[in-house]
Structures are given as C-alpha cells and as structure tokens.
C-alpha cells in the first residue's frame, strides 16, 4: 500500500522532465543518398532495415544536440555520407555471417552540411562540416556502454562542445 503513494510522487517530480520538450533549436534533419555513403552496412538485419535505424538513432542524436541549442534557433542539417565505427567482416563469426568489428583502423566519420540561424532568422553557422575520430578507441566511456553507435555519437558531441557551442555563444555575446 505504501508503494502507491512513493510511486505517485516520484511520477509528480518526474513529470516536467518527461514533458520538457519545448526547449532547443527546431531541427530539420535531411539525408542524402544514404545508398552511396561509405559504410552503413548491415549485419544482422536487412539493409533497408539497418538504414531506418541508422536514421533513427541519428535523428536521436542531432535532436539531443539541438535541445542544447538557444530557443527559437533553427538548425537544419543534411547527413551526406557516414563511416560507422569498424568493418563488416564475413568470416569472423564463421558460417559466412557478416559481423562488425570494431578497430582502430576503422574510424567513425561523418560529413553533412548544416545551417544554424536564430530567432529572426539570421546566419549564426553555414558550412559543411567533415568529422573523422582517429583516436575513438582511446575515449574514456562507460564499461557498461552498449550503444551500437555509441562511437559516433561521442564524435558529434565533441565536436558540438568544441566547435558549435563556442560559435553559438560568441553570436549571442556580438548580438
């Protein structure tokens, strides 16, 4: 009887997290020919099947980055090829079932181009932005990190720390 009401609080004090959408940049995310980018290669499931979630879990990322963005900013980007992390080897598992594996010498890299503006509809950051983590492997991350793209994800938000966030905040100190 006792649990009802502890579970009833925790769901109250949860609820404006949960409900906290509305904060961030509006993303506007495109992709380009995802047939001719460099590695998003299934393995276990049928390639079509691996695209949706490549984009799935992307669009995750990008919005996750963009809720860090200043409210009412627009952020439109257009993903025009990726490398995942590792490569498709056939003969690793036996039996001719393809497997990724995972080394240093398969870099994570993305290219997209993206367009930032704020509130009035002004140019904060247009560009094309070409990202490669060479040193991927030697990130410090969680033992229990299971993410398939948990490489990927780490590299676009470095990169958003280092290179967006500055641009983003220099903007607003000049306006």
């Known amino acids: 009887m006792k649990t009802f009401p502890i579970a009833l609080i925790s769901l109250a004090l949860a609820a404006p997290v949960m409900s906290d959408t509305g904060s961030g940049a509006e993303?506007?995310?495109?992709?380009?020919?995802?047939?001719?980018?460099?590695?998003?290669?299934?393995?276990?499931?049928?390639?079509?099947?691996?695209?949706?979630r490549v984009k799935r879990e992307f669009e995750d990322i990008f919005q996750q980055l963009a809720s860090q963005l200043p409210e009412g900013?627009?952020?439109?980007?257009?993903?025009?090829?990726?490398?995942?992390a590792g490569h498709?080897?056939?003969?690793?598992?036996?039996?001719?079932?393809p497997l990724r594996v995972v080394e240093d010498i398969h870099s994570p890299a993305i290219t997209f181009t993206h367009v930032l503006?704020?509130?009035?509809?002004?140019?904060?950051?247009?560009?094309?932005?070409?990202?490669?983590?060479?040193?991927?492997?030697?990130?410090?991350?969680?033992?229990?990190?299971?993410?398939?793209?948990?490489?990927?994800?780490?590299?676009?938000?470095?990169?958003?720390?280092?290179?967006l966030e500055p641009k983003?905040?220099?903007?607003?100190r000049v306006k």
């Open 27 to 52: 993303l506007e995310l495109k992709w380009h020919d995802m047939e001719k980018f460099t590695d998003v290669r299934a393995t276990n499931s049928t390639q079509s099947q691996f695209h949706d």
């Open 73 to 84: 900013y627009s952020w439109q980007a257009t993903i025009t090829d990726i490398d995942l």
């Open 88 to 97: 498709v080897d056939y003969f690793v598992a036996g039996a001719g079932n």
């Open 117 to 163: 503006t704020d509130k009035q509809g002004e140019v904060v950051v247009s560009k094309e932005t070409k990202l490669r983590d060479m040193g991927f492997m030697h990130s410090l991350r969680p033992t229990n990190d299971d993410d398939a793209f948990r490489y990927e994800e780490q590299m676009l938000e470095d990169w958003f720390k280092k290179e």
């Open 168 to 172: 983003v905040s220099d903007y607003a």
